[in-house]
């Protein structure tokens, strides 16, 4: 299991482009990947359960990627974290 | 008079009649299914035929309005394509016994309840994005049930929200303004109403119940104002604000009054392309010399029955009269499965680019391209239109269509109606067997319009819509510009213009190629007039 934490930087926080670039993105890796933000979760696969966790700017959330290639996954996943959100 | 504010959300000052715009997922009636794998199968298709729908919208936007509205509908299909909408629809479905329209109704309200209690105004407008995914299923179940009797052209809508497929369907259908209940800037039907240029007053809340059906209404999309009956002095001051063209506006206009002339002193024409009437005024106001393909498959959309005779000449004309003396050609309807209007059957094919479309249709479906034929022989009595048929491949179509032409001339004159016995009569050169046969058909008709979308696709065997090959669709392609030749050298010699349409119209670096084979004209869409017109005015 590979996680990591990422603050929202989008000043309209994670609006439905980029909610559906990500579940683009997480459909296109291996890997099992789950949002968490303040206790509520979401998997990351599905457009309205990303979107039901409402994350603005500033916020943050804990994104655990799980699967036999996590390793790399995780690493694109970061990289699309760092260049959209 | 009385005056209301909401959210100013579209600039621009809309005057007009406030017509109430139907809402067919509100209040769902219960209905018992008679079989309920069968209404899970019904269901499963409507899921199949929105994402279609949706494929072809986004393909559709992109090319038509831009990026960012593809995006629009990219967010509706993943929506669609979510697990949790469609089990959402299958539990109402097998717990309740419900039919699939009011499980349809019910999992839309309620994916579209989780929005709307949010605290952010962002994610609260995206109510409007699942209600319209709610309403192409509804739609696709039972078409009768979304059915929007038409708006009067140059009204005012109103609505609790507006989904953005609304909003484009009533700009098409010539609504000058949105007045909505709820709703805010940030919905994707607020980013459509602004690319599109129609003013747009959210958020009226309780104020929202001061409106009523057939009042005047003055709104101010800049400010969020709205009077309501307004007296002589405020229609006095709103003329006068129509009047006053916007500075942006201005220095556009000065580039418009410039001639379309190369340095060497050559005259080029330059004409737009439109899609449906609503783009008329941008035609005007970009200086184009007249319609030169006026795409008429929008007719046909969102509705039961195709329109008649009648309708379609009311059309026709008060779309020429905006044009003034400039013409209008208008290409007749190229239906079929092709282009998948519902109020027409059409016979699922494999290949539909390839299939019944255009002519093909036309010819199949005599009584439908007659009435279409009727109504622009009566409107060329009074205006300058003329016609195209697509999709042309061999003289004996065109000869038919054009017996169909003469069969309808003489059915006008039966009925003793006036009509335009000599209308201009044009064939697309969109195929590379029209090119190849240019020299035949050019003794057949008044003009060509070369289609070069058309001729790109079929003669690279690449589909357009295809985004795996877009790097093969090319119409550069010395294939393309052989054909393209073909065409004007044959309309040269048989002493017709040729007419450049499609994209390659609008590119600059295409234009040198044009000029070289004499071309006289080109057509291209309204937003690209004026960019072809400095290019133009920059050759030598």
Redesign the interface.
């Known amino acids: 299991m590979k996680q990591f934490l990422w603050v929202m930087q989008d000043e309209?926080?994670l609006?439905?482009?980029v909610a559906?670039d990500l579940?683009?993105c997480v459909n296109s890796c291996t890997s099992k990947v789950t949002l968490e933000k303040g206790g509520k979760q979401a998997d990351a696969s599905?457009?309205?359960?990303v979107?039901?966790l409402?994350v603005?700017q500033g916020e943050e959330i804990t994104v655990t990627v799980e699967g036999p290639q996590e390793e790399q996954d995780s690493a694109m996943l970061q990289e699309f974290f760092r260049d959209n959100m | 008079m009385r005056k209301i504010r909401g959210v100013a959300t579209s600039g621009g000052v809309a005057c007009g009649l406030v017509h109430f715009v139907y809402d067919p997922v509100a209040a769902p009636v219960f209905c018992k299914a008679a079989d309920v794998q069968q209404e899970l199968a019904r269901v499963e298709l409507a899921w199949e035929t929105a994402r279609e729908e949706l494929d072809l919208l986004c393909g559709i936007a992109g090319r038509e309005i831009g990026g960012e509205c593809e995006?629009i509908f990219?967010?509706h299909r993943?929506?669609l394509?979510?697990?949790?909408?469609s089990e959402a629809v299958r539990r109402v479905i097998l717990e309740q016994g419900a039919c699939a329209e009011f499980a349809v109704r019910r999992a839309t309200i309620q994916?579209g309840a989780?929005?709307s209690g949010?605290?952010?105004a962002?994610?609260r407008a995206?109510i409007a994005?699942v209600q319209d995914i709610g309403r192409r299923l509804l739609h696709a179940l039972n078409p009768a049930l979304t059915v929007q009797p038409p708006l009067p052209e140059g009204c005012v809508a109103a609505a609790p929200y507006f989904t953005p497929s609304q909003i484009l369907q009533l700009c098409g259908d010539g609504v000058r303004g949105f007045l909505a209940q709820e709703g805010s800037s940030?919905s994707?039907a607020a980013i459509l109403a602004r690319m599109l240029d129609v003013p747009a007053v959210t958020a009226l809340g309780a104020s929202y119940s001061r409106l009523y059906d057939g009042g005047m209404v003055i709104a101010d999309g800049f400010t969020g104002d709205i009077i309501l009956d307004p007296d002589d002095r405020a229609l006095a001051a709103y003329r006068e604000y129509a009047k006053r063209p916007a500075v942006r506006e201005e220095t556009l206009r000065q580039l418009c009054s410039l001639p379309a002339r190369t340095r060497g002193g050559r005259r080029v024409g330059i004409l737009a392309n439109i899609w449906k009437t609503s783009d008329l005024p941008l035609v005007v106001s970009s200086g184009a010399e007249g319609v030169g393909l006026f795409r008429t498959e929008s007719l046909f959309r969102n509705r039961t029955e195709p329109p008649g005779e009648e309708e379609q000449l009311r059309i026709y004309r008060s779309a020429a009269r905006q044009l003034g003396d400039h013409p209008m050609t208008v290409r007749t309807a190229s239906l079929g499965a092709h282009s998948q209007v519902s109020c027409i059957p059409y016979e699922e094919e494999p290949n539909p680019v390839m299939g019944v479309r255009g002519i093909r249709f036309s010819l199949e479906h005599p009584d439908l391209f007659s009435a279409q034929l009727r109504a622009l022989l009566r409107a060329a009595a009074d205006f300058p239109v003329g016609l195209t048929f697509p999709m042309v491949t061999g003289v004996e179509e065109l000869r038919r269509a054009k017996e169909l032409l003469h069969h309808a001339m003489e059915e006008l004159r039966d009925r003793n109606v006036p009509f335009c016995e000599n209308i201009r009569v044009g064939v697309m050169v969109d195929t590379p067997a029209a090119a190849l046969i240019a020299e035949a058909l050019a003794r057949e008709v008044d003009f060509f319009d070369v289609g070069t979308n058309g001729l790109t696709q079929f003669a690279l065997a690449a589909d357009r819509a295809n985004p795996a090959l877009t790097t093969l669709y090319d119409f550069h392609h010395p294939a393309v510009l052989e054909l393209v030749k073909r065409a004007v050298f044959a309309a040269k010699n048989a002493g017709i213009p040729a007419i450049i349409c499609g994209d390659a119209a609008a590119d600059p670096l295409m234009l040198g190629f044009f000029l070289s084979l004499g071309v006289e004209a080109l057509s291209v869409a309204p937003s690209s007039v004026l960019e072809l017109r400095r290019a133009v005015r920059s050759m030598e």
């Open positions: 309209l926080g609006h439905a482009r559906g579940v683009k599905r457009l309205f359960a979107m039901a409402c603005k | 995006k990219e967010i993943m929506m394509d979510d697990e949790d909408y994916l989780m929005f949010m605290e952010d962002y994610m995206r994005d940030k994707h």
